[in-house]
């Protein structure tokens, strides 16, 4: 089989059955409105980061079939042949808003919104839940290990027990974009500038006859990044007596005081304390201590509540297989129609609450205090609201929530991607979209971003879209 340049065959393929169906119908080109949301965030916090547009624009560029693609389909003889000639011309024509990568987000708010006709917007669905899905999963695990660290540099070292290549490679671009300080996977950096570190494994102190000549080695061939693995037979008694030894014998006649050692199992808080001793006691006072071996956000934030005198952290595959909770659920629901150029909303209406949809074509604002520049709240609205003057934010329900807000900045969250098939959003580097998400955490509060019950963040619907949920929920009530 040859190898892909694209994805267009990446989806389920009732996907395929349906835009048959649709095309042998007058629905074919109905025009039909799609949101992408999450009804929870992973592992109980307070929000999640939105990760993964990258991918799906490109995606979307490269959407074709080929020839090799509509001999597949036809040997599965259930397409009409008029159906696979227009696969042979088929281009993405619809328009898209989605949140910018780095954004924080929440759980029923659309994220991204498809808008084209029904077969188009059937085919993207499996792949834009894909990259969306897998790349805000890490990234918001991402964010909840850098910042258990406390400022301290987070390092992606997961590749060897992610779920195949792209899982790899994607996860450390998407722990990048959320505050890793690197990867240890060459090719993410090779493809998107997730800058690439490590140094050895227990393989290469194995491989020289004692430990010494190993570190003596790797010192000498890379006096300017020599950071020892000293824990491959005993870390107090030989590990880091001997990286001191040759930190001082090859790196400190040349005046390097830019050095380092990892601890790779043990009582980290424990061996750390004593190697910190040993190597202040040595004159080495400037070297850095840096902790791997199955890591998480709570394991990391004890470590430092006990004292452990650890300078970086290596975090493998509870970083990018997102171990504690490995899936996002992210879903893609239809939200509306066209007919005669005027927006019909629909719903989708279940016996459990939580799988209700918000119907609609909308708009996401966030909402910031003009005093603090602190977001407060999110709030959606029919996509022809405008959001000025005192806003009241409401809750059917918890009517002790009822307010009214004067003193507030409200900042459209989706942003135009494609219109009429055609890119009009300039894509950031990955280095904008890393700085953008720190700006961005910057804005919530403290009690949001609690791992243990943070604050649950308002997203609220304007009046007007809540009217219109729950007359569709009432008209789906006489029907049923």
Not at 262 to 272: A, C
Not at 331 to 336: E, G, P, R
Not at 363 to 373: E, I, N, P, Q, S
Not at 454 to 473: A, E, G, I, R, T
Request: hydrophobic share 40%; net charge negative; charged share 25%.
């Amino acid at each position: 089989m040859k190898a892909r340049d694209n994805y267009t065959m990446l989806f389920d393929f009732y996907e395929l059955t349906m835009g048959n169906g649709y095309f042998q119908t007058p629905l074919k080109d109905r025009v039909c409105y799609f949101d992408v949301f999450f009804r929870s965030v992973p592992d109980g916090g307070g929000f999640a980061i939105a990760a993964g547009l990258e991918q799906a624009i490109q995606y979307i560029q490269d959407l074709r079939f080929d020839e090799e693609d509509i001999a597949y389909l036809r040997g599965k003889g259930c397409f009409q042949e008029a159906f696979l000639d227009y696969l042979r011309t088929f281009r993405f024509t619809g328009d898209m808003w989605a949140v910018p990568e780095g954004t924080p987000i929440f759980p029923g708010e659309p994220i991204l919104t498809v808008r084209a006709p029904a077969i188009q917007a059937q085919f993207v669905e499996t792949f834009l839940l894909l990259t969306l899905n897998h790349q805000s999963l890490i990234a918001t695990k991402t964010s909840r290990i850098v910042r258990s660290a406390q400022g301290r540099p987070v390092s992606e070292f997961g590749s060897r027990r992610a779920q195949g290549p792209d899982a790899a490679i994607l996860g450390a671009r998407a722990a990048y974009l959320a505050g890793a300080a690197g990867t240890a996977c060459a090719m993410a950096d090779q493809i998107y500038g997730s800058p690439a570190t490590g140094t050895m494994a227990h393989s290469w102190v194995q491989m020289f006859p004692d430990e010494y000549t190993a570190f003596e080695t790797y010192c000498k061939l890379y006096p300017h990044s020599a950071t020892l693995l000293v824990d491959t037979y005993n870390v107090l008694k030989s590990g880091v007596p001997n990286a001191i030894r040759a930190f001082k014998t090859v790196l400190e006649p040349q005046g390097i005081t830019n050095c380092a050692i990892r601890i790779d199992s043990g009582d980290l808080t424990y061996l750390s304390r004593k190697a910190r001793k040993m190597l202040d006691e040595a004159g080495l006072t400037e070297c850095k201590i840096v902790a791997s071996n199955s890591l998480d956000e709570y394991i990391i934030r004890d470590l430092i509540q006990q004292g452990a005198q650890i300078d970086a952290f290596g975090v493998g595959e509870r970083l990018i297989t997102s171990k504690s909770q490995p899936v996002f659920g992210g879903v893609y629901k239809l939200v509306a129609v066209e007919e005669d150029g005027v927006v019909i909303p629909k719903i989708k209406v279940s016996e459990n609450p939580a799988k209700i949809t918000t119907p609609h074509f909308k708009k996401v604002y966030r909402l910031f205090a003009k005093d603090t520049g602190k977001a407060f709240a999110d709030y959606i609205t029919v996509f022809d609201e405008e959001v000025a003057g005192p806003l009241h934010l409401f809750d059917p329900v918890d009517t002790w929530k009822d307010q009214v807000i004067q003193d507030y900045v409200a900042v459209p969250l989706l942003q135009p991607i494609f219109q009429g098939g055609e890119l009009v959003y300039r894509r950031p580097t990955l280095e904008e979209a890393r700085a953008y998400c720190a700006q961005q955490m910057d804005t919530l509060w403290e009690e949001v971003k609690r791992f243990e019950n943070p604050h649950n963040y308002y997203v609220d619907l304007s009046p007007k879209l809540w009217q219109v949920k729950q007359d569709l929920l009432k008209e789906q009530g006489h029907r049923g």
